[in-house]
């Protein structure tokens, strides 16, 4: 009897411990981000043990913005951070995403740099810029070039990641360079020209959180827990700015005043803003950004459906 009640406790701990291994590992989620200033909330949520607290483990996994759709694809990772146009591009390739929070717009924090003799954005008619294919500079610039009269073909494009394309410009390369913070700071410290920031152009940078349908479909308290820790970490920032500086700071390599000067330039979008958002404003951006694309040729078709691209339900 001893023996079998030992045994039948031995197989109750091992299924125990499956159940726990498999537990964990439902509860884990791999974002795909940049150190974007705006993204930064989802570093403190995770430092500070927030994600943790709401019952899930979330690695950071920082990628350039055209390798994480890929990513996503091979099950690498399970959610994306990035602007509502760049989510257009992966939809659009096949790969489907459903935005279910929105993180930030930038009020700043994108700019246009420019050689001294640049003195309109019709001077870069012809110009070498740098600018990341594939991702919110490059979708940035087609806007605010037709938004002045020019097409992106009428400029030379120079693929350079926004980080590169600022390092390149101070060191004297390039007629112009399309980059965010906190590389934009950089180009300022150097005393460079910066011709337009996104705050001239509001509204039109929003950086979204995105997982897969089926994901979503099979894991809701999961996002629901995602979803709910970014408004956490956004309180934790009133409550204590100075040590939710540092902390974002130091994932970027910046001082903590940098690091405030960076968030100058961006809005993180709190609940209520999440709501009207998600349910008003974005059904016509999102068809606006998509003509935008295919006019400049960004994307080649218009992703299957629109309407499937926001699930507003988990920010109510």
Excluded at 68 to 73: E, G, N, V
Excluded at 180 to 205: C, F, H, M, W
Aim: charged share 20%.
């Amino acid at each position: 009897m001893r023996k079998t009640s030992w045994m039948a406790g031995a197989l109750a701990a091992a299924v125990a411990g499956l159940c726990a291994v498999s537990a964990s590992a439902q509860t884990k989620v791999t974002v795909a981000m940049s150190g974007w200033t705006g993204f930064a909330p989802i570093t403190l949520a995770k430092e500070t043990g927030i994600f943790k607290k709401n019952g899930i483990e979330v690695e950071i996994k920082k990628m350039p913005t055209s390798n994480r759709h890929q990513a996503m694809a091979a099950g690498e990772v399970q959610a994306i951070t990035t602007t509502v146009d760049t989510h257009l591009l992966y939809a659009s390739s096949g790969v489907d995403v459903t935005q279910v929070l929105v993180l930030d717009s930038s009020h700043g924090g994108d700019g246009i740099v420019v050689r001294d003799a640049v003195n309109s954005l019709a001077d870069l008619k012809g110009k070498q810029v740098a600018v990341q294919y594939g991702g919110v500079p490059q979708f940035w610039l087609a806007y605010v070039l037709k938004k002045n009269g020019l097409s992106i073909g009428e400029v030379q494009t120079v693929n350079l990641q926004p980080s590169d394309a600022a390092n390149a410009f101070v060191a004297g390369q390039f007629d112009a360079a399309v980059t965010y913070e906190p590389y934009l700071s950089k180009v300022r410290e150097a005393n460079g020209k910066i011709i337009v920031t996104s705050d001239q152009t509001p509204g039109v940078i929003i950086d979204t959180l995105a997982f897969q349908p089926d994901y979503i479909q099979k894991n809701p308290k999961v996002v629901k827990a995602f979803v709910d820790s970014w408004f956490e970490a956004l309180d934790a920032i009133k409550q204590d700015e100075k040590k939710a500086f540092e902390i974002m700071a130091r994932d970027v390599n910046q001082t903590p005043e940098q690091f405030a000067t960076s968030a100058k330039t961006v809005l993180w979008y709190d609940k209520a803003g999440n709501v009207e958002y998600l349910t008003k404003t974005m059904p016509t951006f999102i068809k606006e950004v998509q003509d935008v694309m295919l006019e400049a040729k960004l994307i080649r078709k218009a992703p299957p459906s629109l309407d499937s691209m926001t699930d507003a339900s988990f920010v109510k």
